[in-house]
């Protein structure tokens, strides 16, 4: 069961290798959240290059490179490669970074959750890995919640 911290992610390295639908979904959120996203992927999706000409995220397009991690806060591995995302888990390992790894909860330092905002609420709805349709479902109905109940006051 994984414990639910919220952290501070403001001005902080969240590298994310892969920058396909669920890198992205990644890149989005952690940008959102104010991390300093640093993407290496040799293909992005329209959104990832939007937010880079932006200049709200970083980009690299080429394939993850250990030093890419140096003074990481946090890692995502999204590719589409089983292999990339487990070599990228144990660099993450060996460094100390704390690392998502998209195709295999049991590489997982932490999840992605659920997510339901709304005035000065924020929640994160987490199924164990067990059932991540359910956590959807759940942090839609949150989000429905919010906005009836606890919308008033914005943060
Ligand atoms: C453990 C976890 C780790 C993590 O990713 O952080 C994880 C793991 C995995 N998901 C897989 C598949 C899919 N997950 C989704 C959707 C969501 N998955 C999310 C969270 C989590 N997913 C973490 C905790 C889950 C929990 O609490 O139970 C949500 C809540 C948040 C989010 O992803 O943003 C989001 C819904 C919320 C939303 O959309 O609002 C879809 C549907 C879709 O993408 O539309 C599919 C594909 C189709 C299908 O199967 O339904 C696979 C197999 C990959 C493969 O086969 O290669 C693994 C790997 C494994 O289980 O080992
Ligand atoms: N956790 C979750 O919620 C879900 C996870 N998945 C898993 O997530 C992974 C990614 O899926 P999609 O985003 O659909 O794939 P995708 O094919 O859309 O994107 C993969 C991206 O990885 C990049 N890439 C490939 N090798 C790389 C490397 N060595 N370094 C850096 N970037 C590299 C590609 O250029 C591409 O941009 C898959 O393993 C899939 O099984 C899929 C659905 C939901």
Redesign the pocket.
């Known amino acids: 069961m994984k414990f639910p911290m919220f952290v501070e992610l403001d001005g902080k390295k969240a590298v994310v290798?892969?920058?396909?639908?669920?890198?992205?979904r990644r890149i989005q959120v952690l940008e959102e959240f104010g991390a300093r996203v640093f993407v290496?992927?040799?293909?992005?999706?329209p959104e990832v290059r939007k937010l880079w000409e932006e200049g709200r995220i970083n980009c690299e397009l080429r394939?993850?490179e250990k030093r890419d991690l140096d003074q990481a806060f946090l890692a995502v591995a999204?590719?589409?490669?089983?292999e990339?995302?487990h070599q990228a888990a144990v660099w993450c390992r060996e460094a100390g970074i704390p690392v998502n790894v998209?195709?295999k909860k049991e590489e997982c330092d932490f999840y992605?959750p659920g997510i339901a905002r709304g005035g000065l609420l924020t929640a994160g709805i987490c199924a164990g890995g067990k059932d991540?349709r359910m956590a959807k479902e759940a942090a839609a109905e949150v989000r429905q919640l919010f906005a009836e109940k606890y919308s008033s006051k914005e943060p």
Do not use: K
């Not at 290496?40 to 999706?45: D, K, L, N, Q, R």
């Open positions: 290798a892969g920058a396909g639908v669920i890198g992205t290496v992927s040799p293909e992005i999706s394939i993850l999204a590719t589409d490669s089983r990339a995302n998209a195709d992605f991540h």
